[in-house]
């Protein structure tokens, strides 16, 4: 099926389906939760969204496994008590737990309740874009796309998205539903997706939104060698943030930061505009602070070059000999 090319400029993108454009930096609400964050405070965690819709910010990404209903709960008070343009709401699909135990699940029936429950939970009528969380591999990828198809036309999503996907799997979907967006892991320290999904993405006139584009807050250089995670933080188990990697990707953040330094800018700043700068890309930044999102807007009007690419390049070369993937995270298959 094919959609509509998207429009791309430095700082704006339209996702098909969608009635105008967005910012290429939306807000990531997977820490709002709590879940695997370590908590999260509610009312910063609202103010921080108003404040990110202040600078700027119309998209914002959650998923009904964020504090299992937590991060959409918050997002649903903070929308319902915004003063400003509502921001679009991108949510996700396909992932059930029990007793704290994730799975994927995409059956057709467990989307449309799915879709059901996030509405409710974030007091609208219709989710901008409803992305199916993790491919489920026990249920053919062409029944979840029909279900989704159905729920677009009957109004309840304006768009559809994957999120983990292959190219493989993509193909498959898309022949079923019309497919907008893919959300999959980007940053500079993680790299598969560039040539994973991206290529196809770009063929398909598709926008990219690239999750944890700030590597879980290493590419934000305030995480240090004494810096500790508590409560059930995933950092505690994340491959990078144990020796001997640990050391090593803060060797290269060090080096990554004087390099933002020589350019004037910020090392979040460099971290965002290297996502932006590789194509049709969406940053998903994620915060739970107000301080946080006041300094979005580094990340626009200004463009990396070829030179700062191949720099980054070889820092990466030089600090990081046994790079790694954020595999970790993936949710098990369902057992029935
Ligand atoms: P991220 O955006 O790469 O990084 C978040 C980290 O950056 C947090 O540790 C935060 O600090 C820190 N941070 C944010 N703004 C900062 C600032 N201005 N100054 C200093 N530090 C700052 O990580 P992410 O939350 O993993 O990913 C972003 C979003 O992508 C998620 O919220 C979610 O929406 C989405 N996501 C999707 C999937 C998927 O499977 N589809 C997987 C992962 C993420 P604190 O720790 O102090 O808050």
Known sequence: MIIMAQSLTNNEIQISGLPSSVLRIALGTWAIGGWMWGGSDDNLAIKTIHDAVANGINLIDTAPVYGFGHSEEVVGKALASLTDKKPFIATKVGLSWDNGKVYRDSRPEIIRQGIEDSLRRLGVDTIA?????????????????????????????????????????????????????????????????????????????????????????????????????????????????????????????????????????????????????????????????????????????????????????DILARNTPDPIEPTFMAPPERQA
């Open 129 to 313: 874009l409803a992305q199916v969380h993790w491919p489920d591999n026990k249920t053919p990828i062409e029944d979840t796309a029909a279900e989704l198809a159905k729920l677009r036309q009957e109004g309840k999503i304006l768009s559809i998205g994957v999120s983990n996907y292959s190219a493989d799997q993509m193909k498959v979907f898309q022949q079923a539903a019309p497919l907008a967006t893919s959300q999959d892991p980007l940053n500079i320290f993680e790299r598969a997706t560039e040539k994973n999904t991206l290529p196809f993405v770009k063929e398909n006139d598709m926008a990219l939104l690239a999750y944890g584009p700030l590597c879980r807050g290493l590419l934000s250089g305030k995480i240090t060698a004494s810096s500790t995670f508590t409560g059930d933080d995933l950092r505690k188990t994340d491959p990078k943030f144990q020796a001997p990697r640990f050391e090593q990707y803060l060797k290269a953040v060090t080096e990554l930061q004087a390099l933002a330094d020589s350019k004037g800018k910020s090392l979040l700043a460099l971290a965002i505009r290297w996502v932006l700068d590789l194509g049709p890309t969406i940053a998903l930044w994620g915060a739970r602070k107000p301080e946080q999102v006041t300094n979005i807007r580094d990340a626009l009007d200004w463009s990396l070059s070829a030179d700062d690419y191949r720099k980054i390049d």
